[in-house]
């Protein structure tokens, strides 16, 4: 038996793309650039630059982090976030496992955090401890 | 369509005609072409490895040539040949024990990877609505479960709209912002920009440093794993014979640029200190997208990547559990109530129950902060039982070689047993790299993980199965009788 038209399948679908196209476009340009935000920036620069790390543009690092840090403050301390850490770092997939993860990659990340949210630092460090870090270049 | 003891190529390929007939044809070559990329590549997890720059292409290219080539081609040998997919490959290769299990394992790894998968669909969404969602428990489960179940029963419709849907998203949610990304890198470095990443001889092979730079590669051997699930469809192309060759030698080379380009363009853009600081996906997208003044496009990128994902688990949720009712209505192996299909042929109770199973799992992942920080293990596990499927596969084909030499093929893959071998030592290695802690796992005993993961194998990828098959019953065979179009 062929199947049925979907026609109203598709509709509904490409109808919901697109809404949520346009509303993520307008909702999603929220102005982080602030003097607190520009303020940060230039120390977590000046902070990476220090420890011999490569650095952001001011630019790059108001757009990206504003003044709270946004996510990558965010998941400091946050299981669920964590448990998706390992996969961030690795390939996607249906057959992905996480990696072993390079200690440079959270170098960087302490740097940040002690800008962008101080008061994480600790819970981070927990479970950067419970980690096991290995060099991959 | 099984075709033991039938030599007469002629009679065979009318018998498999024959058989095929009733199948509404709804699948194009190219369409199983872009529904088996839609299952295995997206750009979703470039950023993580543009960090590597140049270096990526060693780390994609090596696991193409050690897995990809073999799984592909073997695939593509087997279905030209064969009909149903992996549990009719393995039944016709080694036995329909073999060809169960092999199904099964496929089927078991996909009950952990929707929940990951949806996760990651709830975090893309938060961070082009409200960033500060993507924390939130109780909206992970939600968006887990609602879009989980809404896919399914999208996916119940039939495997002509699911192939459809899958191959659209693939053009729409990797094809196009895949294209768009490498454009914008190669516009950067024609306008002068020095590459963020070193473009030089030097930089083609990764500083690999101990068993984390194996454990890199290997994984990226998994990057391909997939791209024999929409075998089970060929029923449904017009042509499997000369048609489902051609789809995969497209979808191959597809894959392996997917991966490759999109990840170089950006680690042209942007430097790697940033890609690791930004925190996600959807982050390093919008590092990227910033330095042409573009950041609007972020959001779109992310309603596209979305339908990739969605799309592609689509492939998934259509095809293991179809292999699975196939063989369970055939040989028995499972009980009356897994064989009712719906109208369209879809395997209604098989979904059903796996929508049961993965709503809980997602639950727990989402809402329990422990579950959430072992959830991984479950993930290795699953893994582990898959790259079953791949040993019984290659060692299917071998054998099939030799025990049906004249069965035709529309397809016979060059050095077969080279081929099989190599991809039967990739899967080895997959697997023994699988018993290696992930950083997550601590200063935790290696013994007592290797337990862990190796129990959770046995029962999963063995007990399990083996309980269908010790307690079937004879009346099990067809007990629900397939419709007249099923593609089965």
Known sequence: MPEKSHTWVYIVIIVVIAALMVAGAVTFGQEKNSPEARAKAKDLIAKLNAAGLAAPSEAAAVRLFGADGGRAAERADNALLHAQYAWDRGTSGPASRPVIIDPDFLKAAEIFLSVYAPEKLAGFRQFVNGLDLQETK | MASTGVTAEGAAAKKVKAAAMPSAKTITWLTMCFMTVSAVASIRNTPSMAVYGLACIFLYVLPALVFLLPSSLVAAELASGWDGGVYNWVSQGIG????????????????????????????????????????????????????YWVSTLVSMRGVGLVAKLSSSSMLLGTAIPGTALVLLGIIYLVQGNPSAAPIEASALLPRIAGIAGLVLIVNNFLSYAGMEVNAVHVKSMANPAKEYPKAMFLAMGLVVVIFVLPALA???????????????????????????????????????????????????????????????????????????????????????????IVTIIALLFALVPNVSSVYWIFSVITTQVYLIMYFLMFIAAMRLRRSQPDHPRGYRAPILPVLATVGLASAACAFAIGFVPSSQFGGGSTVLYVLIIGGGLVVLGLLVPFLFLWLRKPAWKNAVPAPADDEG
């Open chain 2, 96 to 147: 329909p024990r073999a060809g169960f299990i092999a199904i099964w394992t496929q089927f078991a790894m996909t009950l952990t990877y929707y929940p990951s998968l949806l996760a990651y669909v709830a975090s893309t969404l938060a961070y082009v609505f409200m960033p500060s969602l993507a924390s939130n428990g109780v909206y992970t489960a939600a968006v887990i479960v609602i879009v």
């Open chain 2, 266 to 356: 950006i680690s042209w853009v942007v430097p790697s200190s940033e890609l690791t600081l930004t925190g996600g996906v959807m982050q390093a997208f919008t590092a990227f997208f910033d330095y042409f003044k573009v950041s609007w496009l972020t959001p779109i990128l992310g309603i596209m990547l979305i339908t990739a994902a969605l799309g592609g688990m689509m492939a998934w949720l259509a095809g293991p559990s179809k292999g699975l009712l196939l063989i369970g209505r055939k040989e028995g192996y499972l009980p009356p109530f897994f064989q009712k299909v719906n109208p369209a042929g879809i395997q209604v109770n098989i979904l059903f129950t796996q929508g049961i």
